[in-house]
């Protein structure tokens, strides 16, 4: 496996890349991976001739109060789990490397940047499409891999790519969750044993919600509430948001009918949690 810190040096190697007439796929990454990441390299190996891998903690996507400082960082780790999944090409810059001094351009895209995971951490969708941008302009490849965890992120990296009429395809791949169900976080680490435990709530709301679907319950507020309920069981649990919304355009539905998308964020002790399920058209 080949490691770039140079944007110049990163650049010019997935060049070869395309000249060569293969193709590549991108997985973007912060880094302390785990077996959700390793999924979507696995996903872009079955796909592409060369697959390329980011580890870059971005600056732009955590807020003023959030854990830019103290979140996880475990390089030596995760070259060991890239190499071993066969990856050709990472790229590791630093913050210098991809905003250099001066550099004052960014990316945003209204209106479903502010939904969701945006309404409670503003400016923080505007810091994924920009670094996210960046990378697609330095590698240019032909598709690039996503975890749905991050469903509200899915959403918008898609509109970007449309709006911006980006020749790559976006692969938005499975949640990988815990054998008990919690879905595969790199903020879990921050959890004690019983935080741990009560963080169940989440994937519990959602079973809950597809249970009464799957007995025929269509609108979408009553379905709400019943997560709600769920989640209100683990008193020290603070519930960020619990909504049914358009997969797409994230604006809240009334009935489930043409299908939704679930989304919950909840505070764990001071670990801020995400999960959702995607809910199909119902016949």
């Known amino acids: 496996m080949e490691i770039f810190e140079q944007v110049a040096a990163m650049q010019l190697a997935c060049r070869e890349v395309r000249r060569s007439g293969k193709t590549l796929g991108l997985v973007p990454t912060m880094g302390a991976l785990h077996a959700g990441h390793l999924s979507l ?16 903690v971005n600056p ?10 103290k979140y996880p960082r475990t390089f030596e780790d995760d070259c060991r789990k890239l190499r ?13 490397q991809m905003y250099p001094r001066g550099a004052s ?4 895209v209204e209106g479903l940047s502010e939904k969701l995971d945006g309404k409670s951490r503003p400016g923080h969708f505007r810091g994924v499409t920009t670094v996210v941008a960046k990378l697609f302009e330095i590698a240019r490849p032909h598709r690039a891999y996503f975890g749905q965890k991050d469903a509200a992120q899915l959403a918008i990296l898609r509109k970007m790519a449309r709006d911006l009429n980006m020749d790559i395809e976006i692969i938005g791949c499975p949640i990988v969750r815990e054998a008990d169900g919690l879905a595969m976080s790199s903020r879990n680490v921050y959890l004690s044993p019983e935080e741990r435990r009560q963080a169940l709530c ?15 319950e269509r609108d979408a507020e009553r379905l709400r509430e019943a997560g709600l309920l769920v989640i209100a069981e683990e008193k020290a649990v603070r519930l960020d948001y619990l909504e049914i919304v358009d997969a797409e355009t994230l604006d809240p539905v009334r009935d489930i009918k043409a299908g ?14 995400i999960d959702n399920v995607v809910l199909p058209p119902c016949a």
């Not at 351009?105 to 945003?108: D, L, M, P, S």
């Open 105 to 108: 351009t960014v990316v945003h």
């Open 60 to 69: 732009l996507q955590f807020g003023p109060k959030e854990d830019f400082s």
């Open 202 to 216: 989440l994937h519990r709301a959602l079973c809950k919600i597809e249970s009464l679907v799957a007995g025929g």
């Open 84 to 96: 071993a999944e066969k990856v050709d090409m990472l790229f590791a810059p630093t913050t210098e």
């Open 41 to 56: 390299v696995r996903a872009a190996r079955a796909d592409c001739d060369v697959v390329a891998a980011t580890i870059f």
């Open 260 to 273: 939704a998308l679930v989304a919950v964020a909840c505070f764990v002790g001071s670990t801020r949690l």
